[in-house]
């Protein structure tokens, strides 16, 4: 046992203290021997216990490192929110219709008062452009409230970057006509409560 750490030296032990205690109690002479059987593979899952704890941890580092990473990179990482956008050229042309963008599965957003990006979904309804919200998922999120505050944002798609005001709508008509555009283009997407911002180009001079 020299070469487990204290930590685990101190669980073995534990175990065949209880084990020894279960024995001189136990008035069976079947459960004395299913304990006797147990404590091998008790003694063999404890010693890798530090394997498994090594792992854990180097797991939680290289998640730790990976977020961190992303928030210095160039947009999201995925899911995971990224820096602030270096590339990609400004659109300054306004623009009146976002049909090209009614297929595009995920975008890039930034909001000008932030300095993270995020991958959001966009949707397209009658020409205009839409960006939803959950507002529980993924936990956490704040954005959506920011937006209210400062809308000025930008979204880059293929590779080229849209100023645009984010705003958010309560309108019933437009809400019904763009949750009918969601469930066609999300049909599996979290549930609860949904925040709709429509989007508004704006020129890049004014960023």
Known sequence: MNGLSPRVRSVILGVLLLT?????YSDSAKNRAALLAGIPIALYLFYRERWIFRLIVALVVVGALTVLGARFHDGPLGPLPGGSFASGSFVTAPVADWSFAADVPEIEMQLDSQSKSRTTWILVHEGRAYIPCSTHFPPGKTW???ALT?????????????????????DPAVLSGVRDVAARKYPSRPGGDVWLFQVTSRNSASR
């Open 150 to 170: 400062d809308g000025r944002a930008t979204l880059r798609i293929a590779g080229k970057r849209y100023p645009v005001t984010l705003q958010k709508i309560d």
């Open 20 to 24: 020894a205690g279960a024995l001189t």
């Open 144 to 146: 959506h409230t920011s």
